[in-house]
């Protein structure tokens, strides 16, 4: 995904293929056909919320580059103000970027910020020579903050890409914004009575305020500060932690740190990357070492406050590109972004004194492009809140590695767990709310090579559940969110020797993302799941790192469910084409007046 990578790989190519790879689709030319239409590319996902009739709605064209050889250029840049016809606060934002690109070329990785804080993480398919297009829409009305802040700012986007003779492909990009007011009776209603049911009608309970649902007031960039290559952090090693001194106002009430990230080079594919001893072994040149787990880690002034396994997302190029053709791999056009609740440890961060902000990745290897936003509420009456850390159990990571190997065969078994908890008090003009936070990380990964290492088995399976509570003084419980997240992943690869110096490489693959949220508060529950998945088996040939032949197909199934709504959408793809692609989507009658107000 870089000029860094592809010289390491041209030093480093064994005699066959390093699998999984990275890889470019070589097409041979079709002459100029009378059917050259560029494919749509797609990413299935949940259908973006319906703006409200009724409320005004506005679109801001913001930027459109093409991004040609541009590596280690500044992002391209435009200047940004909120849309005057559609005043904040908004019910809807939607942030679309679409791309186009035609020729040859890798998958690159490209980002969106705003004044440093990020809107966006994605990767680009790869293009055909008739050309590939695709869009990503995505619902950024928890930036709200950052979109209103007066005088507006700057709009920035890298899309890290080389053009040279042999790779043409330059993507061209637009990105807009789309903005949808609240219709006036919602309006109303939103500020004389509080949605959801979330404010009780007693006024004996304390509950939380209407507020504490809604996008932050305030959202501080975790980033690179210039900006000069991309706002993120380039974090080459685990012990290379990046931080960013941050003092945020007194009147904060609650925070939660959401981080985005992305992984590259020779940690593109970091679970199936075999311990050091095994490269070493076989004097391999390969750098794509040091093992197959990865954990991201978020400090607060070099304390433990938080930390996940990242999804293993698998680019447009990765695996076999044809299984990503023309629906791309889970997340790939929008990376999940993890959310860390900070508000226990607010006691260290409300003295209006600068504190460091820590990211680092757990055994990373280069290169890993991290950044994060510091969402923030504020107390609107109160310009001091107190607070305290309470109860901090120093969470352990409990690892045991299990490593055999015999010259290029190989049996490598990683179980990692990580459990923590951490709780802290917050008086302000609401009441004084104690937080808990406990998560537990739990995450097995095995590597196998069998066959002279031609044959390859890789598993995942990371599991994290995360519970919140949040109690009143009377110490009785007032809100609860619990949410698990699972991501299994496993493949099977071997690879043949082909005909001409060419390599065969047949994989069946499966891949799942699966996120399940309840949360409970006074007169209010809501369940949330998503379960996400593909399957894709097929082989391909390859010339270094292009595959010049293969067949290929690929299903998913995306289920997504709340106490409203089931939508389920299932495609079945062959050789690029759809063969299949079915929605099903089913409303409850009990749900209510649609208070799409209240944003989680
Ligand atoms: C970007 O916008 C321009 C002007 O509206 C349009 O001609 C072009 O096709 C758009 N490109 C993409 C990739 O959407
Ligand atoms: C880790 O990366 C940082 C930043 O590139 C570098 O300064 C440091 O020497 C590296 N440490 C090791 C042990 O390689
Ligand atoms: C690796 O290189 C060393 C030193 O040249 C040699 O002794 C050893 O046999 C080699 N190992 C393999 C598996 O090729
Ligand atoms: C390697 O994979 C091939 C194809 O699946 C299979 O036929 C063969 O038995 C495997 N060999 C070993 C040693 O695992
Ligand atoms: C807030 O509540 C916590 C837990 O009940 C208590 O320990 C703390 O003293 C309270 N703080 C204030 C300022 O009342
Ligand atoms: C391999 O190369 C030879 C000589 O250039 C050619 O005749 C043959 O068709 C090639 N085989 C394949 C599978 O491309
Ligand atoms: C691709 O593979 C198929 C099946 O083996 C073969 O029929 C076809 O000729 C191959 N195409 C090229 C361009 O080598
Ligand atoms: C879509 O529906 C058709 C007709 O019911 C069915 O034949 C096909 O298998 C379905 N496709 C998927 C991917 O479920």
Request: proline share 7%.
């Amino acid at each position: 995904m870089s000029p860094l990578y592809l010289l390491v790989v041209l030093l480093a190519v064994p005699a066959r293929a390093e699998v999984p790879g990275s890889y470019a689709v070589r097409h041979a030319p079709r002459g100029a056909g009378a059917n050259a239409v560029a494919k749509e590319y797609l990413d299935p996902t949940y259908p973006l919320p319906q703006p409200l009739p009724a409320a005004p709605s506005c679109i801001v064209p913001v930027l459109s580059f093409s991004f040609g050889d541009t590596y280690g250029a500044a992002p391209a840049k435009a200047a940004y103000a909120p849309p005057a016809g559609c005043p904040a606060p908004w019910s809807l934002v939607v942030l679309t970027f679409s791309a186009s690109c035609a020729g040859d070329q890798y998958d690159r990785v490209a980002a969106v910020w705003l004044d440093g804080a990020e809107l966006l993480r994605t990767t680009t398919a790869e293009p055909t020579p008739e050309g590939v297009r695709w869009t990503v829409r995505k619902d950024v009305t928890r930036y709200s903050a950052l979109l209103r802040s007066p005088p507006g700012g700057v709009l920035s986007v890298m899309l890290e890409n080389v053009v040279n003779d042999q790779y043409t492909g330059v993507y061209s990009v637009n990105v807009s914004l789309e903005f949808h007011g609240t219709p006036p009776f919602l309006y109303e209603a939103a500020s004389t009575s509080s949605p959801a049911g979330v404010a009780g009608n007693d006024p004996e309970v304390p509950t939380l305020p209407e507020s504490y649902f809604q996008p932050a007031d305030l959202i501080l960039p975790i980033s690179e500060i210039t900006g000069n290559n991309g706002f993120w952090f380039r974090i080459q090693n685990a012990t290379d932690s990046r931080s960013k001194l941050v003092t945020i106002p007194s009147s904060t009430y609650r925070a939660v740190l959401e981080v985005f990230v992305s992984h590259h080079n020779n940690d593109e594919f970091w679970y199936s990357n075999p311990p050091d001893i095994y490269i070493k072994e076989n004097n391999l040149t390969t750098r794509r070492g040091n093992a197959a787990y990865r954990e991201v880690v978020v400090s607060v002034d070099h304390r433990f406050a938080g930390s996940f396994v990242p999804f293993p997302v698998i680019y447009t190029g990765g695996i076999n590109p044809l299984f990503w053709e023309p629906v791309t791999a889970l997340g790939a056009f929008d990376l999940p972004t993890y959310d860390i609740e900070l508000t226990p440890f607010l006691g260290l961060l409300v003295d209006s004194k600068a504190h460091e902000i820590g990211i680092s990745v757990v055994d990373g290897i280069a290169e890993w492009l991290v950044d994060a936003n510091l969402h923030l509420w504020l107390d609107p009456t109160t310009s001091d809140v107190q607070a305290s850390l309470g109860p901090y159990k120093a969470p352990r990571l409990s690892i045991s590695r299990r490593y055999l190997t015999r010259l290029l065969d190989g049996n490598f078994k990683i179980r990692a767990k990580r459990k923590s908890s951490f709780s802290g008090w917050v008086k302000s003009s609401f009441g004084n709310f104690t937080t808990e936070v406990e998560t537990e990380l739990k995450a097995n990964s095995l590597v196998e090579f069998t066959n002279d290492g031609k044959n390859k088995t890789v598993t995942l399976e990371a599991k994290q559940e995360t519970k919140m509570q949040v109690r009143a003084d009377t110490g009785k419980v007032i809100a609860k969110v619990e949410s698990e997240a699972k991501y299994p992943l496993s493949f099977f690869a071997d690879t043949e020797d082909g005909e001409n110096g060419t390599s065969v490489v047949t994989v069946s693959l499966s891949h799942g993302l699966k996120v399940e949220t309840e949360i409970e508060t006074r007169g209010f529950e809501s369940t949330v799941k998503l379960a996400d998945e593909q399957t894709a088996e097929g082989w391909m040939v390859v010339l270094d790192h292009d595959v010049v032949n293969g067949s290929v197909a690929t299903s998913q199934t995306y289920r997504y469910s709340d106490d409203q709504r089931e939508y389920e959408r299932m495609i079945d793809i062959m050789n690029g084409a759809v063969l299949s692609d079915n929605v099903t989507e089913s409303f409850s009658a009990m749900s209510g007046p649609a208070v799409g107000v209240a944003a989680l």
